[in-house]
């Protein structure tokens, strides 16, 4: 099976039932962007693309966007229940705790958070705070770590010529 091939390189080829080889361009899945046939088109670039072709394409990428984000939003709550984990007692935060236990999913959170009374103490803000944002802050090439071990986990790379182009515009 062949998602695309066109003449730079961009070959999406699956071998009798392995898991797919992507070389993906490195604009495919961009987040403010909707996959639509002028997206393809940019990403496919100048050619005689049949409109059978473009749809199966613009169907991939949409499957593979979902698969990404639902990915990274279990990878961030994984993450923040980690996070809420290591807060300890002190003079500015209260550990996360829900009924008295250790947090086990991203739902204790949610859970611990309706709670008032967790709500009117200042540690327990303070708690939340750092998860949500303190952590994430402190540690700001997160999305990067993200993006490399889907990427991994996925079989999937970049385009070299692709990434090149694309970074080079950001400059």
Known sequence: M???RNDDGYNWSNSKGAAPVVNLHYAALQSDKPIDEMHVHQILGVGNHSKEH???VIQ???EWKQYVCGWGGTQIKMKMVEVARRIKESDFTAA???NGKELSNFLDIKKWRRNPMVQKEEKNRNSMYYMVYGYWEENQD???FLEKKNLEESGWSYCAKSKKA???KCQ
Do not use: A, H, M, S
């Open 2 to 4: 062949e998602y695309w």
């Open 54 to 56: 473009v749809e199966t």
């Open 60 to 62: 991939n990428l949409k």
């Open 96 to 98: 996360i705790k829900f």
């Open 142 to 144: 997160w999305d990067q």
């Open 166 to 168: 694309v970074q080079g």
